[in-house]
């Protein structure tokens, strides 16, 4: 069966920075967009960074630009989130998905496919 499987997540400062990634298995990932969102408590889970099947395209979230950056390796089933200056509004639980079909919609949660069990993120001010 298709399992999407974060790692990486845990406590760091504000101002730090923490990498993230999803491993994939049971599925031909390289024909999945995949996506990261997060989730805070009380709050929707929001879309984050998304990424095409080549990995040539990729796409942010306003709050993400300019400090995370997503990126895939096909060849080991692989999706990673680079993060960087975080900050405490970033402290959530960061899930992976993938989505099939193609590039688009892929700030919509509904969309996707697949969901990682996620992975926590606590930024401490």
């Known amino acids: 069966q298709v399992q999407l499987v974060e790692s990486g997540g845990g406590l760091v400062q504000a101002g730090g920075s923490l990498s993230v990634s999803c491993a994939a298995s049971g599925l031909t990932f390289s024909r999945y967009v995949m996506g990261w969102f997060r989730q805070a408590p009380g709050k929707e889970r929001e879309f984050v960074a998304a990424?095409?099947?080549?990995?040539?395209?990729?796409d942010y979230a306003d709050s993400a630009k300019g400090r995370f950056t997503i990126s895939r390796d096909n060849a080991k089933n692989t999706v990673y989130l680079q993060m960087n200056s975080l900050k405490p509004e970033d402290m959530a639980v960061y899930y992976c998905a993938a989505k099939g079909g193609y590039y688009r919609d892929y700030a919509d949660f509904r969309r996707y496919d697949y969901w990682g069990q996620g992975t926590q993120v606590t930024v401490s001010s």
């Open positions: 990424i095409s099947w080549s990995g040539a395209s990729t």
